[in-house]
């Protein structure tokens, strides 16, 4: 079974490959047959230079793989421009959020406020387009996602929370039809604390869903 840095490394290549079937720099001809009568000369290594550098190019300029490095711990080192910048960068493609949100609790005085309200506008602003949402709550972000859980997410395909403060005897208790009838790409959700069930669906997440496993 893949893990998943190796599943998500396999659809940036599956992004990339489409791009790189397009490059041909200056001076380049790519499909070109040669002259058997001709000597074979290697190919100059500022040829292989301008394809990399054509490459590194269209990579960066890709939204949908600036979307998929949402890694929260890596957000937080680069501060508040730098995750301005790949947030730009992300254009309106799908997001892929991973981490703790803790981390910018630990952070200092204004620097954790500011990464505490980065955390939650990420959300806010950006809750239509996250696909892939695997975190870990901090207290201070906990009444945000678990108002979000209840508005629709027309791209949400995995989601995994773990409440790392909450008090499990006072929290909401969403039936599963409240939580994921905005969210009709669901497949896979897990619950952990304060949630009572873990859910794995078959097909649409609808009323008519099939439930496979449910844990009180």
Known sequence: MLSDKQTEQGHLITDILPECGHVQPPGIRFGARRNPDKPFRPRHHSHDVAVCGVWRDR????????????QLKRMRELGKEGREEIMKRT?????????PSEVYEELQSQESFRGAVFFDTLLWDNWPRVRKLHVRIGRRHESVLTSLLLRPAPSLESLSAYFLH?????????SSHALFRGAPSLRHW????????????????????RVVDERN
Not at 59 to 70: K, Q, T
């Open 166 to 174: 909450i008090n499990s005897n006072s929290n909401p208790r969403y």
């Open 59 to 70: 990579i960066l300029e890709s939204p949908s793989i600036w979307g998929r490095i949402l």
């Open 91 to 99: 254009g309106s493609a799908p997001l892929y959020i991973m981490g």
């Open 190 to 209: 897990t619950g952990l604390p304060p949630f009572k069930f873990n859910l794995l669906y078959l097909g649409s997440p609808t009323p008519n869903s």
